[in-house]
């Protein structure tokens, strides 16, 4: 997941070395060729299968690519830009800060670099959106993950005649009929170390982006409406309604902050389902056991949490990886465009990765597996792409109160009214 929720950093030796070796060389040319860097903390199957289609295409053009995998990429950039001596390019998880060094003039516009209206027709809707500063477009989506997807056991699901909801009142019918045929809704876990209470923040930010679409849901990550609001606390209504009430979650209320999000939702793959529904983001299947993972298209089904109105507004949240200039040059432009096309991803897509192009019209033959396919479709049918809100917040919020108080009011050791005050009396005041 390329987010700051779940990225670790390196070690300090490795951060060391990257530093004193340097990026100067990524714009030096030999015999001809011309050398363009890029960094990425993406997996490394996913920079394997980009590059294999990328390199052909670069060397035609004269340039030769080169990927340093950067586990701690958001710290480095930012270190690198400092000191004068940036990659080429680099694919940032967080486009935040993509937007506070474009606010600084340390990365390059891609408005008279790439085809934008064409982009706009290709891309999934608001993709292009995450990277922009004073109406100008900083960064290019590259790979995509989603968020806001719930997991069931296929073959008891679908044994036991339940179908995928249309509508989030649909979502709490099927969660009151899967109760009512004797069997536990929801498996449901935050628990993830010194990053515990995360899981709960994609459930919020999913239900406010459902609720209150885009437009509020920017408003609210950037603190111009507040956590204590009536569309906040809608959103906390509806998790509460399907979290807190006695038989919906597997262990009750009292097992949802201890119970790790790795492991939370494995109970849906015992003989008799410990649950028959779990919220997550699309990296989840790795975590699911190993002979799920051997058969993921037969074992495994997937919706999104569907819109609030039936044929209504319905975004998406997601995060990805997003490729900018840092260094800019005609070979670095050119590269840019290279990144920007749609079958980019093809082999990515193709040898075993996570990858998911923000491509509407990548071809979904071009996913191995059925269940990605669908994910992927749950993305390109979207009204809207909005990136994952705790990673776009401030710091002390997004990764600190945020996580922090919704794990103490999920725990049952303070008030949602308390919770939410204290989260708005965390936003740094500049």
């Avoid at 790795?286 to 993972?293: E, I």
Wanted: aromatic share 8%; charged share 15%.
């Amino acid at each position: 997941m390329l987010t700051r929720k779940l990225v670790l950093s390196a070690s300090a030796l490795g951060a060391l070395t990257l530093l004193t070796t340097g990026c100067s060389a990524g714009s030096d040319s030999a015999g001809g060729t011309k050398t363009v860097t890029i960094w990425t903390s993406m997996d490394q199957p996913i920079i394997d299968g980009l590059e294999a289609t990328l390199a052909p295409r670069a060397k035609a053009a004269g340039i030769t690519v080169k990927w340093s995998k950067v586990d701690n990429i958001s710290q480095l950039i930012v270190q690198k830009v400092q000191a004068n001596d940036p990659p080429d390019i680099a694919m940032m998880p967080q486009p935040g800060i993509i937007k506070d060094l474009a606010a600084k003039g340390k990365v390059t516009a891609l408005d008279n670099v790439l085809d934008l209206p064409a982009l706009r027709g290709s891309m999934t809707a608001g993709t292009l959106d995450v990277a922009q500063v004073g109406g100008k477009t900083y960064g290019l989506m590259v790979s995509m993950n989603v968020k806001g997807l719930v997991f069931y056991p296929k073959k008891a699901f679908e044994a036991a005649g339940y179908t995928a909801p249309k509508t989030l009142d649909e979502l709490d019918t099927l969660t009151a009929k899967v109760k009512a045929d004797g069997n536990t809704p929801w498996c449901l876990g935050i628990e993830s170390g010194t990053a515990t209470g995360w899981p709960a923040t994609d459930w919020f930010e999913n239900l406010v982006l459902k609720y209150g679409g885009i437009e509020q849901y920017n408003q609210w990550i950037s603190h111009q409406l507040k956590f204590d609001s009536p569309l906040v606390r809608q959103a906390a209504a509806e998790f509460e309604k399907i979290a807190f009430t006695d038989g919906n979650v597997l262990g009750g209320r009292k097992a949802i902050a201890s119970n790790a999000f790795g492991t939370a939702g494995n109970a849906m793959f015992n003989p008799k389902p410990g649950c028959y529904m779990y919220q997550q983001g699309s990296f989840i299947t790795g975590f699911f056991p190993k002979t799920v993972q051997k058969n993921v298209d037969s074992e495994v089904g997937v919706f999104g949490l569907p819109p609030a109105t039936a044929g209504g507004d319905n975004p998406v949240e997601g995060g990805g990886d997003t490729a900018s200039i840092y260094k800019d040059s005609p070979a670095a432009q050119t590269v840019m465009k290279l990144l920007a096309a749609t079958d980019l991803g093809t082999t990515a897509a193709g040898n075993g990765s996570s990858f998911i192009s923000p491509h509407k019209d990548f071809p979904l033959s071009a996913y191995p597996l059925q269940t990605t396919q669908t994910i992927a479709k749950v993305a390109y049918g979207s009204t809207g792409f909005a990136f994952d809100g705790s990673d776009a917040m401030p710091t002390a919020v997004g990764s600190g109160s945020f996580w922090k108080e919704m794990t103490a009011w999920i725990a049952g050791q303070e008030s949602l009214d308390d919770a939410l005050k204290n989260i708005d009396a965390s936003w740094p005041t500049s």
